[in-house]
Each structure stands twice: as structure tokens, then as C-alpha cells.
């Protein structure tokens, strides 16, 4: 007699609320190192379960690397450092053929030597330090999962994520990231200031002689698994026709968008965004423990979704109108659709 399975829907349900658990187990470790900063985890943790990168910006001292190598053992992951530098180059990324000898036939071969993409999480310290032919580097490797070397295609094993950092005020020295990069960041977060109370905490954690015992919490199949999960979450039409209506609003040319878009973007965001909405919603939502997506979950990720997709216009430079304040006001006019 063969066993009765549970309906499809209800393993849905477990599936979801053992994320949820495994979330919630996630950001308890977390916290063991990093005070407050809730919607900062809350952002990556969405980042690594929807299987994206993500972009940290922040002043100096704000634990952006903390929080990353953090991450890092949480996920019982393998885990490299790229400090970006002006003199970095492709190959100190990506790898290189060197010339070796074969001690049994005295014939010397080309072997490839992988570089620090070759790992689960990668993070990509100042990203911003290093010229563009080293910043096009990860192109490849964020997009299609593999890098070429020396005519050679190489695949990185799965999961794979860039967590890149850059300081939003020291520009001297710097090179802007072009924008087909910023785009291959599904999320760009922004770290502001700790609360009174909280920057309290972290003077008394890092000036006594303790060490946090952070615990793994998952292992890759199992976060791969989760993420099988999340992109298998059904969206309703009207959330998904509210996540492209949002990033069809960003681009003046549209037909319909309104006056103020055409006024303070230059650029607006691409079918990409479109994608990375929905995506992250599904996962922000599967995190909370909803199967359900909604247009409030949509919403809840616009901003770390758009805010790096974006260029403003001159006039909008000119009046210090930035881009998170452009899809804020996004966000009030444009409608939801009505549901089916």
C-alpha cells in the first residue's frame, strides 16, 4: 500500500515555515556580533536566500565586513576577502595559467591556479578602489557563474555571492562603478549611524576580552534547497504587474510616467528590475513566513531593489534630489492593479 502524501499546499507550508525558523535562528547568531542594524540583516539575509549580490554602502567603522565574514560562518560557507586596490588586477581575481613541470615526464604544462572568485561567498572590499577593467572582472562571474581564462571557461560551484562594499564619502581615488555592474546587484543596501543606545552596546562588546560563539546555522545544499523553494512561490498577476508598473515608472520616456520622473532621471531602471522585485519580494515574504506575496512586500523591497538603478538627472543633482527620495515618491503615485 503506498503512503498518502500530504497535499502539495501544506508542504508549501512547512517548507516556508522551516525558512521562517531558520531566518529567525540566522539573525539570533547574527546578533551575537552585530548591534541593532536589523533592516541591514534583514536585506542580506534576503540577498542570500533570493541568490543575488548585493551592494553595502556606508562611512567607515560601521561593521559593513563584520557583518559579511559574519555572514560567512553563519552559513558555514567558504568564504574570501578581495581588498580592492588601484594596482589590482583581472588575473588577482579571476586566476591564471602558470607553467609547471611534470616531475613524471620532465614535460612542463600550463595549469590554471584559481583566484578568490573561486569561492562561495566573496567579498569585495571597496569595490570602488579599482579601475574598471579589474571592476568588469566580475562581470562575468556575477552573472553567468563562471569566468574565462587564458580561452578557458571555468563554472564557480553553487551558492555563489558577491557582498561588495564602498564608502559613499571618501571619492578621492576612486572609480565609479559603471552601471551594468551596479545592475548585477540585486539589492544595494545603505548601513546608516547606530542608535544612542545601540552604538553603547557595541563600545562595551569590543573593548572587553570575549569572543562571540557564533554557531553555523545552514550548510550550501541546504541554503540551495531554501532557495528552489523561494523562487517556486506562485505571485499573484496584480503583484507582479505592480512590480513592472514600478520600474516602467523610472524611465522618462515612458509613456505615462510621471512629470517628475522626466525631470529627475536621466536613465531608468531596466527589465532587471523588474526581476529583482518580484524575486526579493517572494523571498521577504517566505522569510516572514507568508507563501502569499503581496504588493506591501513589493514595496518593502523597492528601495534597496531601485535605488542603484536609477541616474538622476543634472536638475535633480543640482537641487540634492537623490535617488531613494525619487522612488519614495514612486511608490506614493503609482497604483496598485486591481486583483483578478
Same mark, same amino acid.
Given at each position: 500500500?503506498?503512503?498518502?502524501?500530504?497535499?502539495?499546499?501544506?508542504?508549501?507550508?512547512?517548507?516556508?515555515?522551516?525558512?521562517?525558523?531558520?531566518?529567525?535562528?540566522?539573525?539570533?547568531?547574527?546578533?551575537?556580533?552585530?548591534?541593532?542594524?536589523?533592516?541591514?540583516?534583514?536585506?542580506?539575509?534576503?540577498?542570500?536566500?533570493?541568490?543575488?549580490?548585493?551592494?553595502?554602502?556606508?562611512?567607515?567603522?560601521?561593521?559593513?565586513?563584520?557583518?559579511?565574514?559574519?555572514?560567512?560562518?553563519?552559513?558555514?560557507?567558504?568564504?574570501?576577502?578581495?581588498?580592492?586596490?588601484?594596482?589590482?588586477?583581472?588575473?588577482?581575481?579571476?586566476?591564471?595559467?602558470?607553467?609547471?613541470?611534470?616531475?613524471?615526464?620532465?614535460?612542463?604544462?600550463?595549469?590554471?591556479?584559481?583566484?578568490?572568485?573561486?569561492?562561495?561567498?566573496?567579498?569585495?572590499?571597496?569595490?570602488?578602489?579599482?579601475?574598471?577593467?579589474?571592476?568588469?572582472?566580475?562581470?562575468?562571474?556575477?552573472?553567468? *557563474?563562471?569566468?574565462?581564462?587564458?580561452?578557458?571557461?571555468?563554472?564557480?560551484?553553487?551558492?555563489?555571492?558577491?557582498?561588495?562594499?564602498?564608502?559613499?564619502?571618501?571619492?578621492?581615488?576612486?572609480?565609479?562603478?559603471?552601471?551594468?555592474?551596479?545592475?548585477?546587484?540585486?539589492?544595494?543596501?545603505?548601513?546608516?549611524?547606530?542608535?544612542?543606545?545601540?552604538?553603547?552596546?557595541?563600545?562595551?562588546?569590543?573593548?572587553?576580552?570575549?569572543?562571540?560563539?557564533?554557531?553555523?546555522?545552514?550548510?550550501?545544499?541546504?541554503?540551495?534547497?531554501?532557495?528552489?523553494?523561494? *523562487?517556486?512561490?506562485?505571485?499573484?498577476?496584480?503583484?507582479?504587474?505592480?512590480?513592472?508598473?514600478?520600474?516602467?515608472?523610472?524611465?522618462?520616456?515612458?509613456?505615462?510616467?510621471?512629470?517628475?520622473?522626466?525631470?529627475?532621471?536621466?536613465?531608468?531602471?531596466?527589465? *532587471?528590475?523588474?526581476?529583482?522585485?518580484?524575486?526579493?519580494?517572494?523571498?521577504?515574504?517566505?522569510?516572514?513566513?507568508?507563501?502569499?506575496?503581496?504588493?506591501?512586500?513589493?514595496?518593502?523591497?523597492?528601495?534597496?531593489?531601485?535605488?542603484?538603478?536609477?541616474?538622476?538627472?543634472?536638475?535633480?543633482?543640482?537641487?540634492?534630489?537623490?535617488?531613494?527620495?525619487?522612488?519614495?515618491?514612486?511608490?506614493?503615485?503609482?497604483?496598485? *492593479?486591481?486583483?483578478?
Amino acid at each position: 500500500m503506498t503512503k498518502k502524501q500530504p497535499p502539495t499546499n501544506e508542504s508549501i507550508d512547512q517548507k516556508i515555515q522551516a525558512l521562517h525558523t531558520c531566518h529567525d535562528e540566522m539573525l539570533a547568531q547574527l546578533g551575537k556580533v552585530i548591534v541593532g542594524q536589523r533592516e541591514v540583516l534583514e536585506e542580506l539575509l534576503v540577498t542570500i536566500f533570493a541568490g543575488g549580490h548585493n551592494l553595502l554602502e556606508g562611512v567607515p567603522g560601521l561593521a559593513k565586513t563584520l557583518m559579511i565574514s559574519t555572514l560567512a560562518r553563519v552559513l558555514s560557507l567558504q568564504f574570501k576577502r578581495i581588498q580592492f586596490t588601484p594596482d589590482l588586477m583581472p588575473s588577482d581575481i579571476v586566476g591564471t595559467n602558470v607553467i609547471e613541470e611534470n616531475h613524471e615526464t620532465g614535460k612542463r604544462v600550463t595549469v590554471f591556479v584559481s583566484g578568490p572568485i573561486f569561492s562561495n561567498i566573496v567579498l569585495a572590499d571597496e569595490i570602488n578602489r579599482t579601475p574598471p577593467k579589474t571592476q568588469a572582472a566580475l562581470l562575468q562571474a556575477m552573472q553567468e *557563474r563562471e569566468v574565462t581564462a587564458g580561452g578557458q571557461t571555468y563554472k564557480l560551484a553553487p551558492p555563489f555571492f558577491v557582498l561588495a562594499t564602498q564608502n559613499p564619502i571618501d571619492q578621492e581615488g576612486t572609480y565609479p562603478l559603471p552601471e551594468a555592474q551596479k545592475d548585477r546587484f540585486l539589492m544595494n543596501t545603505f548601513i546608516k549611524y547606530p542608535k544612542l543606545d545601540e552604538e553603547e552596546n557595541i563600545v562595551n562588546q569590543t573593548t572587553m576580552n570575549t569572543e562571540a560563539d557564533v554557531k553555523s546555522v545552514l550548510d550550501g545544499p541546504t541554503l540551495m534547497a531554501h532557495q528552489q523553494l523561494v *523562487r517556486s512561490i506562485p505571485v499573484s498577476a496584480h503583484v507582479t504587474g505592480y512590480a513592472v508598473d514600478l520600474s516602467r515608472a523610472t524611465r522618462p520616456n515612458e509613456p505615462g510616467v510621471p512629470g517628475f520622473i522626466k525631470e529627475q532621471v536621466g536613465w531608468g531602471a531596466g527589465p *532587471r528590475a523588474s526581476q529583482a522585485l518580484v524575486l526579493a519580494a517572494k523571498c521577504y515574504a517566505a522569510l516572514s513566513g507568508r507563501v502569499n506575496v503581496s504588493c506591501d512586500d513589493v514595496r518593502h523591497v523597492a528601495l534597496p531593489v531601485l535605488r542603484h538603478r536609477l541616474l538622476a538627472s543634472f536638475t535633480a543633482e543640482a537641487e540634492g534630489i537623490t535617488t531613494d527620495s525619487i522612488v519614495q515618491r514612486l511608490l506614493q503615485e503609482v497604483r496598485e *492593479r486591481a486583483a483578478s
